[in-house]
């Protein structure tokens, strides 16, 4: 089933063009069907700048300091649904768009990747996995990988 994505633009120096929009999009529902979630879900996705995520990181994880995606997951065990709908509230993205322009050059590779592989990460962070161990990240890097994969978002 489609996710229900919302994707708003709070920053002012990237242009948030419809064909971006979809990626964002196309990368949320890639995930969320490689994770074999068919039912009807929400997602909303911010774009901000480095100044703005470095607040949130600063707030929300005490590091003061600029990131490029930051994933605030509404589930766990067990996750939310909205009353109206029944849509599942995955939780919220904030990405960027500055960091993701920075690190497409650092990688060499196109700032479309980049915000599609933020995209991909910070979805499975919405899903429960995480790096914070060797383990672990070996694990979310081989699903990131098949999703980017599947997508032709490659290196």
Do not use: W
């Not at 979809?22 to 909303?44: F, N, P, R, W, Y």
């Not at 599609?116 to 790096?131: A, E, I, K, P, Q």
């Amino acid at each position: 089933m489609t996710p229900q994505v919302g994707i708003y633009n709070r920053q002012r120096k990237f242009k948030v063009t419809e064909s971006l929009r979809g990626l964002v999009k196309k990368c949320i529902e890639a995930s969320l069907e490689s994770e074999g979630m068919d039912e009807l879900c929400t997602v909303d996705v911010t774009f901000v700048s480095n100044a703005k995520i470095r607040e949130y990181n600063r707030k929300f994880r005490n590091i003061d300091r600029e990131t490029d995606v930051l994933s605030f997951p509404l589930g766990g065990e067990h996750f939310d649904v909205d009353p109206d709908t029944g849509a599942i509230l995955l939780g919220d993205i904030v990405i960027s768009l500055e960091k993701a322009a920075e690190q497409a050059g650092e990688y060499g590779h196109s700032f479309e990747r980049e915000v599609g592989f933020l995209t991909v990460h910070s979805t499975l962070h919405l899903l429960g996995y995480d790096h914070i161990d060797e383990a672990e990240g070996d694990v979310m890097r081989a699903h990131e990988k098949t999703i980017l994969k599947k997508l032709k978002l490659t290196r």
